[in-house]
């Protein structure tokens, strides 16, 4: 485990193959679907509006409405992954499905998870998992390996327009493709750069991104929490 902890410090993220239950697996399967059946709107974010219709949803911060995803969300498999990766404390701070459009689905720029929060804070954790197999045709993520010791803080980002979404990165890297079968956990800092491609297949790209930070996160403008700060049950 320690050397799963360093390699973590030392790239930014971690990959775990068949981290989900089949059991848990059809929970967020049909968990997702159930809100898809709602309409589509502009990602619900306060500040940042980061929704674009079919092409990119955002079913955000639902959880308290299925017994089954929150009782995943504060569970075993959670607390294993923040732990290996190093979350003290490990708190609930934020989840939503990201749901690619079939044949029409949008691309995400690069970015640090970190650089939406909109203040200081300490950098938490982002588990991205599968809820159907991601490829390089249906909008897998890529990732820019990152020493998190050696590069610590936010990169300067920009706010495009045309495409609703924060930009972190304008370099020339292409960085690594997180192609991979529907249940693998992609757990990486929200320091980490990373970016998902266009999804041009004739299905829709479904995943579940989950957030963990060490203790709550307080949001200056108000004392509270922002979003969640739900500790694991475990
Ligand atoms: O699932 C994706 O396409 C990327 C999601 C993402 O980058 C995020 O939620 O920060």
Redesign the pocket.
Known sequence: MLDQTDAFRRQGYLVFENALSPEDLQMLRSTCDTLLEEPAHDGGGNVHKIGLGDA?R?LRHRHAEFPSLENFLLGKKIAEITSVCGIEEPMLFNE?F?V?GAGKGAS?AW?Q?GA?VGFDHTPYL?I?IAVDDATEEN???YILPRDLDAEPGLDPHEWQNDSNELNGYFGTETGTPMTCKAGTIVAFSSLTL???GANTTDSP?R?F?CQYSSGPIIDPDTNAPKRFAKPLRV
């Open positions: 990119r955002f939503q990201v690619k995400f970015h998870d939406y982002t991205w909008g897998c993520v990373h970016s998902s790209r995943a991104v």
